[in-house]
């Protein structure tokens, strides 16, 4: 797994549906301006993303469940940096 650092439930695109059933995905967290085709970009602000939700936690995604990971800008937005990345990968 290839782990790059860069936060947010509703769904804003049609690929935001079910994700959980897709198998391994690639993850933008905490999106804001930086939208990257081919990811499932999330953030919890009123920017263009596929979710809005947590970041922290991923209600919506099992633990696991992504083969690739931006996250920058994201360690100095979250309480509990280790847990958090524990979760993603």
């Not at 936060?7 to 198998?23: C, F």
């Not at 999330?42 to 993303?49: G, P, S, T």
Request: net charge negative.
């Amino acid at each position: 797994m290839r782990f790059r650092f860069s936060w947010p439930v509703r769904a804003a695109s049609p690929i935001a549906g079910n994700l959980t059933r897709l198998g391994k995905v690639k993850l933008n967290l905490d999106c804001w301006i930086f939208y990257q085709e081919g990811y499932v970009n999330i953030d919890r602000n009123e920017v263009r993303a596929d979710r809005y939700e947590d970041i922290s936690t991923l209600p919506s995604f099992e633990a696991n469940c992504a083969d690739e990971i931006y996250a920058g800008h994201v360690a100095e937005h979250v309480d509990d940096v280790k847990a958090s990345f524990r979760r993603w990968v």
